[in-house]
């Protein structure tokens, strides 16, 4: 199972002056969690925000502020030359145009210039400056560098109003470290993943629902993204696009299916983790059905079998994995659903289980493949397990060879 990339690294981690850097401790926190060696740089401006004590206690290494310290000459070259990566969080419109513009003002922008590690930003900061095009034209001319930018979040900011601005969560900006730093096994593959429940209408207002929230699915996307592969994420909900995915918005079975159908002629990887309905109502009342009319008799069709049918059509080579939602017999039931979709690999999960399956965090899953022994992962977060759903994949992928 795929372990963090973050260990062992030296990742020095740049801090501007925007409210957001109070929240930079606690990436700075996970990283150290994580194993790897940080080390704390603060602009004139973060010092306004956050206290250098907090910093240097959580991190590696005391807190470096200046380009002019005698004990460490050239801090700039030691800092950016050591690194095996820069992240910088929160990156203010101020840090964008200079590193942009290439001016070293200061030792944060003395070492983005001095490094050749990867250096991934992190945006904060209000919607207006967010949207101004020197802003963006700057962030368009970093990423054509090759700098990773983890875009904002849309939510509350700080004098109250929401917008988009607010600094990416930590499980973001920490998934787009570990695509930065991990292997990319998956390189050259286009992956397609499904993600959410589908939601089939009743009449103009009421649906068929399930209680799927997505999180298996993009956790797949951010992890398969991070391993190299070119993703797209065909979802029905509305999570935080994992960085360097494409995302595909449906909300009905029959929409899945079309974007799935069509992003599998050229997907090596399909991975179905959404729950599509099994039942959708025959007819669409275009209005809402008045409750006053009496108890509607909805009458129910079978959904496409999405998966059934990429199975029936596999390509020579095309990988195909399944989910299976049990509460009873689990590697019975979900090895039926391998042989008779056609699959490659299907991932069980015993959804009456605590903590497993529908809207937690975590998972527990067994991997079945149409030979070959059973694995078995016990409950763990949801990103840990897309990590061994990829390494199976990939381990398929080196049979097909
Ligand atoms: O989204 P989360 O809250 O994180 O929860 C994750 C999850 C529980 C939804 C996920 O781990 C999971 O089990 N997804 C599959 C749920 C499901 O629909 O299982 P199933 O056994 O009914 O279907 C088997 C497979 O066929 C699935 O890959 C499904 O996507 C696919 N299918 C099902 C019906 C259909 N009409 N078309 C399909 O392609």
């Known amino acids: 199972m795929s372990g963090s990339y973050i260990a062992g690294k030296t990742i020095v981690v740049g801090v501007t002056g925007g409210i957001a850097a109070y929240k930079a401790v606690e990436v700075c926190r996970r990283l150290v969690d994580a194993g790897a060696h940080v080390i704390p740089v603060m602009t004139a401006g973060a010092e306004h925000f956050i206290g250098r004590t907090t910093l240097s206690a959580l991190c590696s290494e005391p807190v470096q502020t200046s380009l002019w310290d005698e004990a460490s000459p050239i801090p700039h070259t030691r800092l950016g030359q050591s690194a095996d990566l820069i992240l910088v969080v929160p990156a203010t419109a101020r840090l964008i145009g200079a590193y942009t513009a290439g001016l070293s003002t200061d030792l944060l922008t ?5 490094t050749r590690a990867p250096v991934v930003i992190c945006p904060a900061m209000h919607t207006e400056m967010w949207e101004h095009p020197a802003v963006q034209d700057n962030l368009a001319v970093l990423a054509r560098r090759g700098v990773i930018i983890v875009e904002p979040d849309e939510g509350r900011l700080a004098g109250g109003d929401s917008g988009k601005g607010r600094l990416a969560s930590p499980e973001r900006i920490i998934a787009a470290i570990e695509r930065t730093l991990g292997p990319t096994d998956l390189a050259g593959t286009r992956l397609v993943v499904t993600a959410g429940g589908t939601r089939e209408p009743i009449d103009a207002v009421r649906v068929i629902a399930n209680r799927s929230s997505g999180k298996q699915g ?9 391993r190299g592969a070119t993703v797209t994420l065909i979802s029905t909900v509305g999570l935080p696009t994992p960085v360097g995915v494409d995302l595909v918005s449906v909300e009905t079975a ?8 069509h992003a599998a002629q050229t997907a090596d990887i399909v991975i179905m983790a959404a729950a ?15 409750k006053g009319d009496g108890i509607p008799d909805i009458v129910l069709e079978p959904t496409p079998d999405i998966l059934a049918a990429l199975g029936a059509t596999k390509r020579p080579g095309q990988i195909l994995v399944g989910f299976a939602a049990e509460t009873d017999d689990l590697v019975a039931n979900a090895g039926a659903k391998l042989q ?8 069980a999960n ?6 497993v399956g529908f809207q937690h965090d975590t998972n527990a899953v067994c991997l079945l493949r149409p030979e070959g022994p059973m694995v ?5 977060d949801k990103h840990s397990i897309a990590g061994a759903v990829i390494d199976a994949i990939v381990e398929i992928r080196a049979g097909l060879t």
């Open 350 to 355: 015993d959804v009456s289980a605590p903590g």
């Open 376 to 380: 078995t992962i016990d409950l763990t």
């Open 276 to 290: 599509v309905a099994d039942f959708r109502p025959k007819t669409v009342v275009a209005n809402k059905i008045k």
């Open 254 to 261: 029959a929409q899945m299916q079309a974007a799935v159908s």
């Open 110 to 114: 003395n070492i983005l210039l001095a």
């Open 340 to 347: 008779r979709k056609n699959l490659d690999l299907i991932v």
């Open 218 to 226: 993009y956790a797949i996307a951010s992890v398969a993204a991070s």
